[in-house]
């Protein structure tokens, strides 16, 4: 390295768009408690990046889509933590009808079940229209005209025909495509995409992940992107963080993790995908037991009636995450010194 070379200062951090700070929320267990769900989840996203939430299905990783939006599922209640979005604060101390404002103007989200979120009564025109006058002040005119300005951009097959669809009329990919366009409606910063790719076949999975990556391109999306498929992960995402039993277990960045996994859940992730090889389909070793139920987690880490590599402070104490390189960490006893009182499995 030259002198100079040495005297160039690194290149400042992209800001972050939104952090999760030790968000914690629970429900109400019917009687006088509450089970937490969610447990300390932290999590960055800096502005234009994509980061990937993975894990098995019950880990959390929607509820935490549900908890930045601020539309828990009845029952469920903030029990700690911040969420902070660039320019406003923590959306938790703003009253309903700022968070409101925020979640239509700045954050969108997409679900996997268009049909569950678009309004079976009313045109998809109609529906992307109302968005458009809402938060954009628009005439009932130029709304008219930026929704088919918005189904092009998704590329929806004759756009002016679906203007006047209902979503019932459409195929799954494109109510997915109506359901994008709805959401980049109100030209939102954050996108929030739950799953966009999970009912369709493999090649609508493939044109909708090329659209989202596009238009991240275009629009300089911010996006989280919840998926429990790691393929999706490897095309899309630059970090990754892995969620298991309300907890981020691991967070990383993509190339990272998927060449050096540092918690044994996520080497188990990544041992479950199918994999061909030149001697035929490679063996796929499916992960032992289930997620718990999050009203009765095991003492001390909650994965370790499940892994492989379990030794005695995994049984009896919850693991910190441990800093492994720059940008990864991992809740795990093997990274800490408590590996070397523990005997081997």
Not at 74 to 90: H, K
Not at 183 to 192: D, F, G, I, R, V
Not at 227 to 239: K, P
Request: hydrophobic content about 40%; charged content about 20%; proline content about 9%.
């Amino acid at each position: 390295m030259t002198p100079d070379a040495a005297m160039t200062p690194d290149p400042p951090e992209t800001p972050d768009l939104l952090a999760l700070h030790a968000l914690s929320v629970g429900f109400a267990d019917g009687g006088a408690g509450v089970v937490p769900v969610l447990r300390d989840v932290s999590l960055r996203l800096r502005r234009g990046e994509c980061l990937g939430l993975v894990g098995e299905s019950g880990c959390g990783k929607s509820l935490t889509a549900l908890a930045i939006l601020g539309l828990l599922p009845p029952g469920g209640t903030y029990l700690a933590g911040r969420i902070e979005l660039a320019g406003v604060g923590d959306l938790r101390t703003l009253p309903p009808r700022a968070w409101r404002r925020a979640r239509g103007r700045r954050i969108a989200a997409v679900f996997q079940e268009p049909m569950s979120c678009l309004n079976p009564v009313l045109t998809i025109g109609f529906q992307i229209a109302e968005v458009l006058r809402l938060h954009r002040r628009l005439s009932r005119r130029a709304a008219r005209r930026a929704a088919r300005e918005l189904l092009e951009r998704v590329a929806m097959p004759d756009p002016e025909h679906r203007l006047k669809s209902y979503p019932h009329e459409l195929s799954g990919g494109q109510q997915q495509r109506a359901l994008i366009a709805l959401a980049l409606a109100s030209e939102p910063e954050l996108l929030l995409a739950d799953e966009p790719t999970t009912a369709l076949d493999v090649t609508v999975q493939a044109q909708i992940l090329e659209l989202l990556r596009s238009l991240r391109r275009e629009l300089g999306l911010t996006m989280l992107l919840i998926t429990h498929d790691l393929g999706v992960v490897a095309q899309c995402c630059e970090r990754v963080a892995v969620m298991y039993a309300g907890q981020v277990v691991e967070e990383a960045p993509a190339a990272t993790l998927f060449d050096s996994p540092g918690h044994p859940y996520t080497r188990a992730l990544l041992a479950a995908v199918p994999r061909l090889s030149l001697g035929g389909d490679a063996p796929t070793r499916g992960i032992p037991g289930r997620v718990p139920e999050l009203g009765a987690l095991p003492d001390g880490c909650s994965f370790h009636p499940r892994c492989d590599r379990v030794f005695g402070p995994c049984r009896r104490h919850s693991p910190p995450l441990f800093e492994l390189a720059p940008g990864q960490r991992a809740r795990c006893f093997l990274h800490g010194d408590a590996a070397s009182v523990g005997a081997a499995p």
